[in-house]
Each structure stands twice: as C-alpha cells, then as structure tokens.
C-alpha cells in the first residue's frame, strides 16, 4: 500500500509539466500569428494609402480614436498574450493593436469599395524620383544590396504622395524629368469614403 502510494505524486507531478508545455506552446503559437497579421495588416495598408489621397492625420486620428473607444473594454484582454497584469502595457499594446487593424479598414472599405464605374484620367505634378537603398548583412557573406524606387506626386489640390515604382517606371521617369517633364497621367476614380485612388496608366 505504502509503495502504491508513493508512485501516485510521481505520476502526477510528471502530468503537470505537460500541460503547462502544451500551454506554452500554444501561447507562443498565438504571438506568432497574431504579430505575424499586424505585419501583414501594416504593409497591406501601407501599399493602399500610397495609391490614396488622405492625410496621413486622418489615419492617426482614427486609430487613436478606435483604440480609445475600445480600451476600457478590451484592454485587459490581452493580459493572457502579454503575460503581463500591467494596464499601461496592456493599453499601449490594444492601441497599437487598433491603430493598424482600424486604418487597414477605413484603407480597405475605402480601396476595395471604390466606385470604379467612373473613372477619368488626371495629370500629377512628380516633384521627385529617388532610390531608397537597404544593405543586408549575412555571416561569413558577402553584403548585398537592395534598391526600392520611389516617386513623389501631388494632385490639384497640393495634397502630397510618396509612391512606390518599378525600376523600369523609374528610369522613364527619370528620364522625362531630366528633360524637364515634370507631370504624370493616372487613372483616378472616387473611394468609398470619397478619398481619390489613383493608378498609373500603363504608358507611364
């Protein structure tokens, strides 16, 4: 009986850390994915917002607000992700969290719901085409390099836009710069919200 009894804690003691492996597992698996989607949120919006004229306070306002209205009901809720009973981590990550995921659906709602019936060219003013150059560094290799091409438009309004373009579409522009052409034709047709998208024209 005596030995009987000794093995049960045994047992029982060897079931614990399974449970809390498992948990573990699952918890790290859950800030994958869900840093993993505001990655994937972020740069979706970004590529929507360099083909949309909005200003960029609209966008910050909105996901403050959003984040705002939200907090007393769900900050706290991200205690169990964080690991962390601190409100002001908890808040300052549920405001992060709805600031991405908040102008990706005005972004959205806005690109995907466009009224793309009408649709009428338009000239841009380029005020500039630039290269962004990133370096990369990899053990026991050699540095590589990687090239992004910009350019920088306004519409009649003044509104300003950093645009990302393809090498081939850069040095055309570049070129008609160079000779002293400084205007571009897009396609532009009303968003959902009524922020203007614009397209370049396969010619540009």
């Known amino acids: 009986m005596n030995a009987q009894k000794s ?9 614990r850390p399974t449970g809390t ?24 919006s970004h590529f929507i917002y360099s083909h949309t004229f909005i200003p960029a306070k609209v966008l910050w306002l909105w996901g403050l607000l959003s984040g705002i209205v939200t907090l007393p009901v769900y900050c706290m809720k991200w205690s169990t ?5 601190s ?14 995921l908040s102008s990706f659906v005005l972004l959205g709602i806005n690109y995907w719901g466009a009224d793309t019936s009408v649709t009428h060219e338009t000239i841009l003013k380029v005020h500039a085409v630039y290269i962004k150059k990133q370096s990369h560094h990899h053990r026991g290799r050699r540095t590589t390099h990687t090239e992004h091409f910009y350019m920088v438009v306004s519409n009649e309004e003044g509104q300003m836009k950093e645009m990302y373009i393809s090498r081939k579409r ?7 710069i160079h000779l002293g052409n ?5 396609n532009q047709h009303k968003g959902y919200f009524g922020f203007m998208i614009f397209s370049l024209t396969p010619q540009q």
């Open 7 to 15: 093995t049960n804690p045994s047992k029982s003691s060897s079931a």
């Open 170 to 176: 850069y040095n055309k522009l570049a070129a008609r």
């Open 21 to 44: 492996n498992k948990q573990r597992t699952r918890l790290i698996l859950l800030r994958i994915i869900v840093i993993a989607l505001l990655a994937i949120l972020f740069l979706a």
């Open 81 to 85: 992700f964080l690991h962390s009973s």
């Open 87 to 100: 409100k002001i981590l908890n808040g300052l990550f549920h405001l992060l969290f709805m600031s991405i």
């Open 182 to 186: 400084q205007k571009v034709k897009v």
